[in-house]
């Protein structure tokens, strides 16, 4: 099996040496893993590309290589210039320090790498590790270690061969314990830490001039029982199927009636 993998973290990101070691035990003795990866961190870029203005890449060794560009950039490179000649059968993506579960799915550059090798027609898995007061910070990507391979070669084995539309790609998120006290894993639907939201922080400059920080919400909030999140804090591994379609389509039959 041919891998691409990428991150937002950056190409010298402790997770990306992760993925490598995950992805190679996924590939097998006769696979090849590919690295693509942003030169610098592109964590909260989403689904951006760079279509103003071109990137540079640099191969930094065999079979790996760093972009100014975002997670999506590095797909699109490894696509259609670095492996063009053989494209990879999956593309991996993460493993990202901190979760996406929830809303930060929609701001995650990791998940917007699996989008764009979805739309690319390739199946793509997303990675992330929930950090919180219980990891092992010695280790703290402990969890996705001892369960990334296992968990990505259950998804290949249940994924369509043949899809059609907007194809799937999936996110795996790691839940904030040492591997030794991961529960299982839980397939489910993505949630929503209630009140949690992004803002921004204002500080003042030695010049005098304002600045604004970005700001996270709680990671640690409730979301709906049996989503994403929710499981992730009680020490489960979460997988759940996406799609990039963003219709809403239990809203469609009342939009269509009102227009009627």
């Known amino acids: 099996m041919r891998i691409l993998i990428t991150n937002d ?44 203005h071109p990137m540079m890449i640099i191969r930094m060794s065999d079979r790996v290589f760093a972009t100014e560009g975002s997670p999506a950039d590095c797909v699109l490179a490894g696509l259609h210039e670095v492996m063009k000649d053989a494209k990879p059968d999956l593309v991996l993506s993460g493993v990202n320090r901190g979760n996406n579960s929830a809303e930060n799915s929609l701001y995650s550059g990791t998940l917007g790498a699996s989008i764009e090798a979805a739309l690319q027609g ?7 590790q929930y950090l919180g007061p219980e990891t092992d910070h010695a280790a703290p990507f402990s969890a ?7 968990v990505i070669r259950r998804i290949l ?10 194809r799937l790609f999936y996110s795996v998120n790691f839940p904030p314990v040492p591997a030794a006290a991961v529960k299982g894993i839980q397939v489910t639907p993505q949630g929503r830490r209630e009140g949690t939201v992004f803002s921004v922080e204002p500080h003042s400059a030695p010049s005098g001039r304002q600045f604004l920080w970005i700001k996270g919400g ?3 909030a409730p979301s709906a029982p049996g989503s994403d999140a929710a499981v992730n804090l009680d020490g489960y591994v979460s997988v759940t199927p996406m799609r990039p379609d963003l219709t809403a389509q239990d809203s469609l039959g009342r939009l269509k009636a009102a227009f009627e």
């Open 9 to 52: 973290d950056g190409i010298n990101a402790p997770g990306l040496q992760v993925l490598k070691t995950i992805a190679e035990d996924v590939a097998g003795a006769d696979g090849e893993v590919w690295t693509v990866a942003p030169a610098f961190e592109q964590s909260g870029v989403g689904h951006c590309i760079s279509y103003t």
């Open 122 to 128: 390739v199946p793509s898995i997303a990675l992330s």
């Open 144 to 150: 996705a270690e001892a369960f990334g391979a296992d």
């Open 157 to 166: 084995a249940q994924d369509p061969a043949e899809q059609t539309g907007y």
């Open 218 to 220: 709680d990671q640690r």
